[in-house]
């Protein structure tokens, strides 16, 4: 018997802990998170009507990388794995590239979530975490394919990663997890005592 594994869906992951100088530049990306939101009025707005359990940019700030030096230096880092993970994905971007233009702040409070979503009209999307307590929320990751599956029967509580509904992806300080943008993902209540920090991406094609 031969298994084909056929469109694939690949999700990048890396990590900036090892780069030279990564405890400074996380603690500096931290207190300007953190900043952020005790500033942002706008945003705050936002988060309050919209129920938000924490606080996040998305709707209020779009000009991260040039409100604050550690952005810039964040987007520099990106750009550089979106490129790499662009390569790995074969995409043919023709005479146009891939930009970054959207970049925003999520600070999540302890028994806070972000339910299942998309992002329309990108290409990549991706988060890299900053602040990761014990207890923390994963990422959680759906098959695309699930809505399709109409009378499949649920896959064995041991199947292996590649073949589960969900999978569930752990991350830690410094690591960037990157995924096609009309991959749906959630976050999950976050059960530590403490807020989880992270900023999002997207990147689209232009």
């Not at 409070?109 to 207890?135: C, R």
């Not at 830690?172 to 059960?191: C, Y």
Request: with cysteine; net charge neutral; hydrophobic share 40%.
């Amino acid at each position: 018997m031969t298994l084909r594994p056929l469109f694939v869906t690949q999700v990048y992951e890396a990590s900036l802990a090892g780069d030279k100088g990564f405890a400074a530049f996380n603690a500096e990306l931290e207190d300007t998170c953190r900043m952020l939101a005790d500033e942002d009025l706008a945003g705050q707005a936002w988060c309050r009507d919209h129920a938000y359990g924490g606080y996040t940019s998305y709707a209020s700030l779009d000009d991260l990388p040039m409100r604050a030096s550690i952005f810039a230096d964040l987007k520099r880092k990106l750009d550089r794995h979106a490129g790499a993970y662009a390569d790995a994905l074969h995409l043919d971007l023709g005479r146009r590239r891939l930009k970054l233009d959207s970049l925003w702040v999520n600070i999540l409070e302890p028994g806070a979530a972000h339910s299942g979503h998309i992002h329309p009209h990108s290409v990549l999307s991706g988060t890299v975490y900053v602040t990761i307590p014990k207890g923390a929320s994963a990422l959680k990751l759906e098959d695309p394919r699930l809505p399709l599956m109409m009378a499949a029967p649920p896959r064995s509580a041991d199947a292996p990663e590649d073949a589960r509904s969900f999978v569930y992806l752990q991350p830690q300080a410094g690591t960037i997890l990157m995924w096609e943008s009309w991959l749906r993902h959630e976050v999950p209540a976050n059960a530590a005592r403490k807020e989880r920090i992270s900023v999002s991406f997207n990147y689209a094609w232009k």
